[in-house]
């Protein structure tokens, strides 16, 4: 199993940053996958989640209305778009892939780091 995640970087705060996580090793199509953060000093925290169809998202109140979660299945490559990005967004974005039979391993990519500042 793969997770390999691209796309972070530095923007100032109002800007815009698109991820992407190229994931291999496991039936993409199949997975529910989702994107989590962790700043300098706190937990690591779940941002959001998609079901393997599209047909369910999730996103954490802090995100509402300024990400969004996608993936593309034929691709095998998840994404998460950020707008209106705030200094505390800044963090390094991982995604997350749980198998779905035991002993249910998770499985994390390296991350990418996402700078907010001015």
């Known amino acids: 199993v793969q997770l390999v995640e691209s796309g972070g970087g530095l923007v100032q705060p109002g800007g815009s940053l698109a991820l992407s996580c190229a994931a291999s090793?496991?039936?993409?199509?199949?997975?529910?996958m989702s994107w989590y953060r962790q700043a300098p000093g706190k937990e690591r925290e779940l941002v959001a989640s998609?079901?393997?169809?599209?047909?369910?998202?999730n996103y954490a109140e802090s995100v509402k209305g300024r990400f969004t979660i996608s993936r593309d299945n034929a691709k095998n490559i998840l994404y998460l778009q950020m707008n209106t990005l705030k200094p505390e967004d800044t963090a390094v974005y991982y995604c997350?892939?749980?198998?779905?039979?035991?002993?249910?391993?998770?499985?994390w990519g390296q991350g990418t780091q996402v700078t907010v500042s001015s």
């Open positions: 997350k892939w749980v198998a779905s039979v035991a002993p249910y391993t998770t499985y």
């Open positions: 998609i079901s393997s169809t599209s047909y369910r998202t």
């Open positions: 090793g496991f039936t993409f199509s199949s997975a529910a």
